[in-house]
């Protein structure tokens, strides 16, 4: 859920964030995305991936339109 990046005021994403890095040894990346184009509602969530170091993840630019209902329906 988007909200972790600001609960109690950016705290509870600190607490994480530092644990995977600091403590776990991971580089984090993250970013906030509307999964609108894979589901029917607007639901924005946080993806974060970490990896040890030695490896880096570039987001891209999620889609903007996903499949239409008419084609995940089976023909009557």
């Known amino acids: 859920m988007k ?5 109690d ?3 509870t994403f600190e607490i994480i964030h530092d644990t995977l890095t600091n403590a776990l040894g991971y580089q984090v990346y ?3 995305i509307n999964a609108q184009s ?3 509602q607007s639901r ?3 993806i974060l991936v970490g990896f040890k170091p030695g490896r880096a993840v570039e987001f891209r630019e999620f889609p903007a339109g996903g499949p239409k209902l008419e084609s995940v ?3 009557q």
């Open 44 to 46: 924005q969530r946080i």
């Open 30 to 32: 993250w970013k906030i």
């Open 38 to 40: 894979v589901v029917p």
């Open 9 to 11: 005021q950016g705290r």
């Open 73 to 75: 329906l089976e023909a």
């Open 3 to 7: 909200h972790l990046v600001r609960h």
